[in-house]
């Protein structure tokens, strides 16, 4: 009753079924029912634990009569029937047809399925027969490998070798089948009685449909097709479970024959693999044989042979010894393979145990220690790559000496043109002649025969290298894929157990351990006889090293004495500062080298050779350390590198050299114990001893912390006046608790059992402190070049200007000391925003570097880093590139870094290349433009990269938006190609002086929409650029320079014209700046109204001292002249008086006695003055 209740239930929920191809034979997976709701997953799970016992054994709900049964002939007729019905709609036509087209695909499925159920069926019977067939097989594999015929040759071995190599490859994929085929069964057993419940509930529910249709008295075309397509949908289900019943039923007989048939596969494999290594080197000793004796007849024939052809000869005997070198690579590449697929098939089984254990275990202390043992004995990745792009190379050499070989082949092609050469060589006559032809003849024969051999050779040692390379290739991928399994889980499993009483009871036992004398005296003593077994490597460090300790104070006083002359203002070179960081690096290497000397002899012959290598660890380690620090504490002395070359504060470097002083004492020992420790083999000890000394390095590292960051301190109060506005300061309620905390944080962790995780992200730590000191140094040694390159161009300009101004000077000492016109042919340099771009510009390079360095650093330690790369933005349609959020991240930063070189690397370019060379201002801003533009370009293209947009993706997009801004924005499109035309063909530059618009003016600046002219009253006028192109455009000084200056001067009449002439031409002629090519000319223009008229016309040679020379100009004609007596005409109005008024007596106009004059009219407050000029009444 449950039962009907659960398929009435279903009956409502689920719709048509959904059928899935029946699984192929030989094949790893079944066609599963996918259940549509979670709900009827539950139904069916329910249905299983009700009557899964009776399921198996129950017939089909109805057995089907023979009338019932349908064959693709049947829907056949039927859809001929519908097609040829004229009653029926089209829409019913097209549903009914549907159907019957599904029904025909259920007869199919069906089909399959009962394919599928008869094979079940036929393994299930021949069970008995397959066992005993299999165990005959097994016993009839022989024990040892055939033996290989003696008189085989090197064509028949390389075919059996190529048979055999075959079939191993064969019986390694079915032994992979047959080792996943118990969990496939184990699945399908749980999933198949599934199935069969599911499949019966739907099969009522069909079985229902079918009584429905069978009770209509007069079925119409409908009702049939719809009967048709329930009958086909029965018939597959019916298979299916049968399909499955028999498959159930197969795998329950064939239990025993499973394992027997892997074992027979495994036994065959490790036969023929000796098998394969035995005919391998056959093949390889046959090879070299033939090489050998081709090689031997080669230097018999250049022996014997005529001297006029002792060049084949030779030439014979070259190639016969390659040939033989050529077999000996093909075998040492062959072993080689072999080797690198062990490694491989090693590999991958040892990922394969270690994520089944991971797996079933879960991260335990066990599976930790199992993890990072594992990952020590990974061989380092970098090792397989540098092999494989040795084997590159390899391949690259092959592959020219073979084209190489066929070119020498084509020329063997007619061998009687080459005889004949010969012959002629020789100048042989008669039988001499003819036998000469002979044995010239047979070594060309025999060069073509060793050349034909070589490149089969050559063509074979290609493909084992190809070879090798793809394997060295899928074992560099498959190592680099477990190290980033091992690293992201090892990291945050328990090392050891938490620090406990036991653990002070080991530390003790380690303190004897590494303190015993007996051990130290017994290492010094084997020292001592490595230095006097094997003197040469003492002496080389003792002729290295003394120098460096003698010079000591030599050093400090030669440091002392470059940071004086740097410190002085007029210091502009950056060499002293490169040679007092070489002098600091060499004065600090003394003794860190000798501790990598000692650890370095320590590894080498140290005994007893557990303590030789735990003190060479520390050893190594602490020096590396001690070298940072002192470079640091070396820095900071008085008139040192920091106070003379980078002008840190100089309150805050004491303080700093007390602090890392006492790091040295307190911080090395503790870390030497740590990491000594840590290199030892029994973890009891490195876990409690070198646990504690990890601990107290880290405590007396926050401790330092704190003391020497902390706000009130010397240290950051000297600090503050310089970063008061900085990040750093606004920053510092963030990195001052982490400063100080992180160090506590790794102890805790190493105290709590943390101890492998504390370790290595101490070690990282150590090694960003590393990144952060060496982008503080390159940062100050940046903006002390940036200081000298502008302090220099400081000193330049000012020189410049003290020229200009001496000569401008000589003009006359009336000119004025700086013309209105900017100047078009010198740029100035503004030195305040090459120096602030410049700056930023350093700034954000060093954050990039930085970002990169702290990635680098720690992407190996913390997984989380690599997650982003595993969160899918989206993919490409055909799935082969994936864009993840790590590629996002890297597009964002591209475009950054695009945008900031585009607004900052002109500046740079300006201040460290265009001006030290000898290009025009113009032209070093049109590079600096096309640099600009270069890096937005190559930024977006970069971008795009990262996110996976080629061109081929999305040309179409691009054309389509290119035709739509086309139209919209056509006048932007418009200036923009015209701004790129005007930087490449300039007709227009930076500097010129143009006019545009009655505008007259200087270019200032040409950007990509518009140009800027600024005219003499400093305004900016914005010109569009297609107006450059397309417009009119009076260019002044486009390829010439020279400018002629027109001065009008009017004489009065009367005066001497010859004179006014001969001094205007000596005025003109002893001007110093005017050209005297073309000739200034002065020309009496015309006789004016009230003056003579004279025009004045001569050439500047440019635009700079244009207004000067005017000036000087007029000064020196109105002085001659006055000198000269000549009167420079007023201007002058004749009126003509046509009618007298009554009035016109008061001007005297009329016959009489003359009348008084009248009286001056006085000027009150307010009034005008007078008119500056006087006017002639006539």
């Not at 600091?584 to 002899?601: D, F, G, I, T």
């Not at 200007?801 to 000492?813: D, I, M, N, V």
């Not at 031409?1065 to 002065?1082: A, D, F």
Request: glycine letters at 4%; charged letters at 25%.
């Amino acid at each position: 009753m449950g039962r009907q209740t659960l398929r009435a239930v279903e009956i409502r929920l689920r719709a048509n079924c959904e059928f899935r191809e029946p699984p192929r034979r030989g094949g790893l997976r079944h066609g599963t029912v996918r259940a549509r709701t979670p709900f009827f997953a539950c139904l069916a799970l329910l249905a299983v634990f009700v009557g899964v016992s009776t399921t198996l054994a129950d017939p089909p709900a109805t057995s089907p009569a023979p009338n019932d049964r349908v064959t693709p002939e049947t829907i056949d007729e039927q859809l001929k029937r519908i097609d040829a019905a004229e009653g029926m709609d089209d829409e019913t036509k097209t549903t009914l047809q549907k159907s019957l087209q599904q029904a025909l695909k259920d007869l199919e499925t069906a089909r399959h399925w009962a394919a599928s159920a008869e094979r079940f069926e036929r393994d299930a019977a021949t069970t008995p027969d397959d066992l005993a067939a299999t165990r005959d097989e097994l016993d009839a594999l022989p024990r040892e490998p055939a033996a290989i015929p003696a008189d085989a040759g090197l064509t028949q071995l390389e075919q059996t070798l190529s048979d055999k190599t075959a079939k191993v490859a064969a019986d390694k994929a079915q032994l992979a089948e047959l080792d996943a085929e118990p969990k496939r069964r184990v699945d399908r057993r749980a999933k198949a009685p599934k199935l069969i419940v599911a499949l019966r509930e739907r099969l009522t529910d069909v079985e229902r449909q079918l009584q429905g249709l069978a009770s209509a008295a007069n079925p119409s075309e409908v009702d049939s097709a719809r009967r048709l397509a329930l009958l086909a949908q029965r018939q597959a289900m019916e298979q299916e479970i049968l399909s499955h019943e028999k498959e159930l039923l197969a795998y329950e007989k064939r239990v025993e024959w499973l394992p027997l048939r892997r074992d027979l596969v495994a036994r065959r494999i490790a036969l023929g693999e000796r098998e394969t290594t035995l005919w391998r080197d056959a093949v390889n000793r046959r090879r070299h044989q033939e090489a050998e004796e081709q090689l031997r007849l080669a230097k018999q024939a250049e022996a014997e042979a005529h001297p006029a052809i002792a060049g084949l000869a030779e030439r014979n005997a070259q190639l016969a010894e390659r040939r033989k070198d050529v077999s000996l690579l093909i075998g040492e590449t062959t072993v080689q393979l072999d080797q690198t697929d062990r490694q491989l098939a090693t590999l991958r089984e040892q990922f394969k145990r270690i994520e089944d254990r991971v797996e079933m275990v879960g991260r335990t202390k066990t599976i930790g220690s199992l993890l990072r043992k594992e990952r020590e004995q990974i061989p380092d990745v970098r090792a397989h790559r540098q092999k494989l792009k040795h084997l590159h190379a390899l391949i690259g050499q092959c592959q020219y000496e073979r084209l190489e070989l066929e070119d020498r082949r084509s020329a063997l092609s007619n061998i009687d043109s080459e005889v004949r050469r010969h012959a002629q060589t020789a100048s042989l006559r008669g039988d001499a002649a003819a036998e000469l032809e002979n044995a010239a003849r047979r070594a060309l024969e025999t060069e073509k025969e060793y050349v034909d051999n070589l490149i089969v050779d050559l063509d074979r040692y290609h493909y084992k290298l190809l070879d090798l390379a793809a394997a060295e290739e899928q074992l560099t991928t498959q190592t680099a894929e477990f190290v980033k399994y091992i690293d992201e889980r090892v990291l945050w499993i328990h090392s050891t157990a938490p620090l406990s009483l036991a653990s002070l009871a080991h530390s003790v036992h380690a303190a004897a351990w590494l303190t015993d004398p007996e051990a130290w005296f017994q290492l010094g003593r084997s020292l001592w006889e490595d230095m006097k077994s094997q003197p040469i490597p003492g002496i080389l460090a003792f002729l290295i090293l003394a120098p460096l300790v003698w010079n000591q104070r030599r050093l400090r006083r030669k440091t002392t004495e470059i940071g004086t002359t740097a410190a002085r203002t007029n210091c502009c070179g950056i060499l002293p500062t490169v040679e007092a960081l070489f002098l600091l690096v060499l004065l600090c290497a003394a003794v860190p080298a000798m501790l990598w000397y000692v650890s370095w002899r320590l590894l080498a012959a140290g005994s007893p050779a557990d303590l030789a290598e735990a003190v060479a660890a520390g050893l190594t380690y602490s020096a590396s350390i001690y070298l940072i620090l002192d470079l640091v504490q070396q820095m900071c002395r008085r008139d040192g590198l920091a106070q003379s070359h980078f002008d840190w504060p100089e309150a805050a470097l004491k303080p700093l050299r007390k602090y890392i002083q006492i790091a040295k004492v307190s911080v090395l020992p503790s870390v030497f114990i740590a990491v000594s420790m840590a290199a030892r083999a029994n973890n009891s000890l490195a876990d409690s001893l070198g646990r504690f000394g990890f601990i107290a390095a880290m405590a007396f590292c926050s401790l330092l912390a704190q003391r020497a960051m902390r706000y009130h301190g010397p240290l950051y109060q000297a600090m503050l006046p310089v970063c008061h506005d900085g990040i750093l300061n606004r920053l510092r309620l963030l990195w001052y608790p982490v400063a100080v905390l992180m160090p506590l944080v790794l102890a805790a962790l190493a105290a709590t059992g943390y101890y492998y995780t504390a370790f290595q992200l101490a070690g990282r730590l150590v090694a960003s402190a590393y990144v952060l000191l060496g982008l503080v140094v390159v940062r100050s040694l940046l903006l002390r070049w940036i200081l000298v390159n502008r302090r220099k161009l400081a000193i330049e300009q000012a020189r410049q200007r003290r020229a200009a101004a001496q000569a401008e000077g000589k003009l006359t000492e009336e000119t004025p000391t700086a013309s209105d016109i900017p100047t078009p042919t010198e740029q100035t340099l503004d030195l305040a925003t090459i120096n602030f771009q410049t700056r930023r510009l350093v700034k954000y390079s060093l954050t990039v570097a930085g970002t990169i360095g702290f990635w680098v650093v720690w992407v190996d330690v913390l997984p989380a880093l690599r997650i982003f790369d595993r969160i899918t933005l989206w993919q490409s349609a055909d799935h082969s590139r994936v864009t993840s959020l790590a590629d996002a991240f890297l597009a964002i930063l591209a475009f950054a870094t695009a945008m900031v070189a585009a607004r900052n690397l002109p500046a740079l370019l300006e201040l460290a290349v265009l001006q030290r060379s000898k290009l025009d201002p113009s032209l070093r801003y049109t590079v600096a433009a096309i640099m600009r533009y270069a890096s937005i370009v190559i930024g977006l293209l970069v971008g795009c990269h990262f996110l996976g947009l080629r061109w081929g993706t999305v040309q179409w997009l691009v054309a389509a938006i290119s035709v739509g801004l086309g139209f919209g924005l056509q006048e932007i499109f418009s200036n923009f190609v015209s701004g790129i035309i005007i930087l490449f063909e300039r007709p227009v530059r930076v500097g010129d002086v143009v006019t545009v618009d009655d505008i007259t003016g200087v270019i200032s600046r040409i950007r990509m929409r518009a140009t800027t002219i600024t005219n003499w009253d400093r305004k900016e006028f914005i010109v569009p650029n297609r107006e450059f192109i397309t417009g009119r455009l009076l260019n002044w000084t486009l390829s010439d320079q020279v400018n002629r200056i027109t001065i009008n001067v009017g004489i009065a009449y009367g005066s001497d014209t010859q004179l006014a002439t001969e001094i205007l031409t000596r005025i003109v002629r002893e001007q110093p700046l005017i050209l005297t090519e073309p000739p200034p000319r002065v020309t009496f223009e015309a006789f004016g109204q009230s003056s003579l008229d004279y025009v004045v016309r001569c050439f500047l040679p440019d635009m700079e001292n244009r207004l000067a020379v005017i000036h000087d100009l007029h000064m020196s004609i109105d002085r001659e002249f006055r000198a000269a007596g000549i009167e420079i005409a007023f201007p002058q109005q004749n009126i003509h008086i046509r009618s007298i008024p009554a009035e016109a007596g008061l001007l005297g106009m009329r016959s009489g006695p003359r009348p008084e004059p009248l009286p001056t009219p006085k000027l009150r407050a307010g009034d005008d003055d007078p008119p500056a000029r006087s006017r002639q009444v006539a």
